[in-house]
């Protein structure tokens, strides 16, 4: 996980300015050091991250594809969808009203490495903000009207099963699994955003994962 107390760099894409500045001025609340870039549209947006390398991308879905274009859902879910395939293993946040449109790109959200996470515009900071730390530390976290729809996939139960089964930490389901470990802990951020199992204060998640995947009937 990384220490979210450490000076972050966020990028952030939305069309309008108010919304950019209003997630800028809380991000700097919480992370005074923080550098911030900002785009307003799809094509200043693979410009700009061409050359960046923020810790987190915080993007909308509505967003137009040119300075002046319409704004379309379809543009942001196509440049989403990119920057996904393209920085495999970059943490997002998606900050949109039309969350649920995501399940277009289901494929793209299961196979990303890095975190991920979504926020409706219409929560509270508080709420932005907590799926922001999920994301920088590498947590998957989906709404569950869009979770009924995952499926929990054969890799991420052989991690669970060596973990709970073998006793065997993230480095030994690595090599046993012939992957990074890096792969490893997305697995298990998946699994968990399947489960409903998300970080909270005072409670470690790997216990409360297995607790979980115990009441699911997933393991004995």
């Not at 309008?16 to 209003?22: D, E, F, K, M, S």
């Not at 879910?77 to 943490?91: D, H």
């Not at 409903?196 to 979980?212: D, H």
């Amino acid at each position: 996980m990384q220490d979210t107390l450490r000076s972050q760099s966020f990028f952030l894409v939305d069309d309008h300015t108010a919304i950019l500045n209003g997630t800028a001025m809380s991000l700097k609340q919480e992370f005074p050091e923080a550098e911030i870039a900002m785009a307003q549209t799809a094509q200043e947006a693979r410009q700009k991250l061409a050359t960046l390398h923020p810790d987190l991308i915080i993007v909308d879905l509505s967003l137009p594809e040119t300075k002046g274009a319409t704004c379309r859902t379809e543009t942001g879910i196509n440049l989403l969808r990119e920057f996904l395939e393209i920085y495999e293993t970059y943490n997002f946040v998606v900050q949109s009203a039309n969350v649920m449109s995501l399940v277009r790109i289901k494929p793209s959200i299961d196979a990303h490495q890095g975190g991920f996470a979504l926020v409706d515009k219409g929560e509270p900071t508080e709420e932005m903000l907590k799926r922001v730390k999920w994301a920088l530390d590498g947590l998957v976290y989906t709404p569950p009207t869009m979770r009924k729809h995952l499926e929990i996939k054969p890799q991420w139960m052989q991690v669970l099963e060596l973990a709970v089964n073998e006793g065997f930490n993230d480095k030994a389901i690595a090599k046993e699994m012939n992957v990074a470990e890096r792969t490893v802990r997305n697995y298990w951020a998946k699994l968990q955003d399947v489960l409903g199992v998300y970080q909270e204060e005072g409670k470690i998640l790997r216990i409360q994962t297995e607790l979980r995947a115990r009441e699911e009937g997933l393991i004995d």
